[in-house]
């Protein structure tokens, strides 16, 4: 479903051009002056707010109040008046959370920030055409593509006849965008070699001298229109815009055509097979006139009845029935309800006077503009037989609906839990990115401003600089975890195993989170009883794992403590052990602390976090065939125990690699 967007303009330039990109990218656009904008319009149907500068801030602040879940945008002016600023700065002030599109933006730059707003992945799916540029001035040339390349079309370069048509044997082109005189011959001679090899391509000619160009033969061979040159973004966006939608307008009703044509080939089908069923369907079917006239009777009806066609259409319905059948028949016609059906139990009167039971469905149906009824007769002779069967199976069913039922809720319940996961992880991670891009852009900001006023001031730029550090770099943190579930779950991971000490990984894991333990003053103990232990893992992961680990236990632990990490060797495999005295772990939740996006109830209103740190460590061991658990120890902690082989079955890696190869 396409994203609706409402942009409230003061005739600006820029604001024509984002109605244009957003177009491009599949979004339903209102551009409005704010003079015409109707404020008792439904603002909960726009999914996003774009503000030029110029527009009232009392009608700004009116539409944010009335907005719940819009993004905003705001156009920023091109002067550099210190009036035009100010009016702009006063915009900002009451929408500060919104994004500022200025004009020196490129296309690429503003169709980047929007598809991020609005949350368009690469998922999305949108037809642009593909476009051969062709012009001999390598300048303009590359211009022009940049435009068109920065509104995510694609697009291939030739600066003659032969370059384009080499291109058009290799791709499919949609759109010949070319330069009217050429180096070497016209624009018109391309467009119409080019139709010989891909006759739906459509033409657009660019031209500085329109009088050069005749209209009428350009229109004879097919070009939509003629663009005078110099021409801006804009003026390129909405021809190919116009022509790109008639296209696809033309392709549909193409389609439409062949699908109708389809369709009606499917129905003679349909019909015929239809007079098959009718004829050798094994339930007798009869078609007859409100007063009982018979019109036509298939092959089991005829077996019924046991009259051949011509004899049985000589009769009425009503000369095979008994008496209170047919009043029941009557009756029934006589007060046929909006459903036009109905069933009754009639008796078929045979020569010798027995009769056989039968229940008939009966629809009402049109006869070649008459009405008229069809009837489906169904033996019932051994009806009550069967009839204890069903009853049975009518139990057995019951049984199973309910055991169905229950697996059914079990699943619902699972589901809900996995959506609410989401959530809470949607929201914790929307806080933990927000929060160091914030301190990147506040900190970045008191930094130029120093600047601007010749604050040279050294400590001050680097408590700055060292704020923006840090907060980059827990940024980075966080899309790397993001980055790195990503690969694991389609099966791209790099998993690289070869003999390593596990003594040194672990001692070099506590190194990397050493300054956070000196900072809150805690200890952390190691103690090995066998060094050194070799085994077969991937450095990198193992360290990851260990420092994810550690990082939580600081996380959680008071201040002055003690952490104990202990490795040991038992049976062919390593055991590492994370034990503190912090706060712990729910028992109910000491296993979906593995799951995706999930934290503990102890610690996911608080410390932060997106809830992937233990996710990631359970699918690297598993990558090394080991397992990881949590527990809660005497200290009143948590403990991580962690278990790796010192051998890897690489048959086996090997084996599951291949698998999910297979399956994406």
Not at 65 to 76: C, E, I, M, V
Not at 338 to 358: A, E, M, T, W, Y
Not at 461 to 482: A, H, M, P
């Amino acid at each position: 479903m396409a994203q609706k967007i409402l942009i409230i303009d003061s005739s600006s330039m820029i604001a024509m051009r984002l109605k244009v990109l957003l177009e491009l990218i599949g979004c339903e656009v209102e551009l409005v002056h704010y003079s015409m904008f109707d404020q008792s319009s439904n603002i909960d149907a726009y999914d996003m707010l774009a503000f030029s500068q110029g527009t009232p801030t009392n009608l700004v602040a009116s539409l944010v109040k009335q907005a719940t879940r819009q993004s905003f945008l705001l156009l920023a002016p091109k002067a550099e008046s210190g009036e035009l600023l100010d009016a702009f700065g006063k915009l900002n002030e009451l929408v500060p959370d919104a994004t500022i599109i200025y004009p020196f933006f490129s296309n690429k730059e503003i169709t980047s920030f929007i598809e991020e707003l609005l949350e368009i992945g690469p998922d999305h799916i949108f037809k642009l055409p593909t476009i051969l540029l062709v012009d001999h001035v390598s300048e303009r040339l590359e211009m022009l593509k940049s435009s068109l390349v920065g509104a995510h079309i694609e697009v291939y370069t030739a600066t003659n006849h032969d370059e384009a048509l080499n291109i058009a044997k290799l791709r499919m082109i949609d759109i010949l965008i070319s330069d009217f005189s050429l180096k070497e011959g016209l624009g018109l001679d391309i467009f119409t070699s080019l139709k010989q090899i891909q006759p739906h391509s459509r033409c657009l000619l660019l031209t500085s001298r329109p009088a050069q160009v005749s209209m009428i033969e350009a229109i004879r061979q097919g070009v939509e229109d003629v663009l005078i040159k110099p021409l801006d973004d804009n003026v390129l966006l909405q021809a190919v815009h116009k022509l790109w939608q008639t296209e696809l307008l033309k392709r549909h009703n193409a389609e439409l055509v062949e699908r109708l044509q389809d369709t009606v080939d499917v129905l003679i089908e349909k019909d015929s097979l239809l007079q098959v069923i009718f004829k050798n369907t094994p339930d007798p079917i009869l078609l007859f006139e409100r007063k009982g006239k018979i019109v036509e009777a298939n092959d089991a009806c005829l077996k019924l009845f046991n009259l051949p066609f011509k004899k049985l259409i000589a009769h009425s319905l009503f000369h095979f029935l008994d008496d209170d059948s047919v009043k029941a028949i009557k009756d029934k016609i006589s007060t046929l309800n909006s459903n036009r059906q109905f069933s009754c139990d009639l008796h078929l009167v045979n020569k010798d006077g027995s009769k056989i039971p039968l229940v008939g469905s009966f629809n009402e149906i049109d006869h070649h503009g008459e009405i008229a009824l069809a009837v489906i007769f169904k033996n019932v002779t051994h009806l009550k037989q069967k009839e204890d069967l069903l009853l049975e199976a009518k139990d057995l069913l019951e049984e199973q609906v309910r055991a169905r039922t229950s697996q059914l809720e079990h699943a619902k319940n699972i589901a809900e839990a996995a959506n609410l996961s989401k959530s809470e992880f949607l929201a914790n991670m929307s806080h933990e990115l927000r929060t160091p891009m914030h301190s990147i852009l506040s900190f970045s900001r008191f930094g130029i401003g120093k600047l601007q006023d010749d604050d040279f001031s050294k400590d001050k730029l680097l408590k700055y600089l060292t704020r923006i550090e840090s907060s980059g770099q827990r940024l980075l943190s966080l899309l790397n975890n993001l980055l790195d579930l990503s690969k694991l779950d389609v099966g791209k991971f790099p998993f690289n195993p070869r003999a390593c000490d596990l003594t040194t990984i672990v001692k070099t894991s506590i190194d990397d989170v050493s300054g956070i333990a000196i900072e809150k003053d805690i200890k952390i103990a190691f103690k090995s009883d066998n060094p050194p232990v070799i085994a077969q893992c991937d450095e990198e992961q193992i360290n990851q794992v260990l420092r994810n680990v550690l990082s939580n236990a600081l996380k959680f632990s008071e201040e002055h403590s003690t952490i104990e990490v202990a490795l040991e060797t038992d049976s062919g495999c390593a055991n590492i052990e994370v034990i503190d005295s912090g706060i712990g772990i729910p028992e109910d939740e000491l296993e979906t602390v593995f799951q995706k996006f999930v934290q503990s109830s102890k610690t996911n209103s608080g410390a932060g976090g997106t809830g992937l740190g233990l996710t990631l460590c359970r699918e690297f061991v598993s990558l090394h065939q080991g397992t990881i658990k949590a527990c809660n120890n005497e200290l009143g902690g948590a403990t991580i125990s962690i278990q790796v082989p010192l051998e890897i079955n690489l048959d086996e890696y090997l084996a599951d690699e291949q698998l999910v190869k297979n399956g994406s």
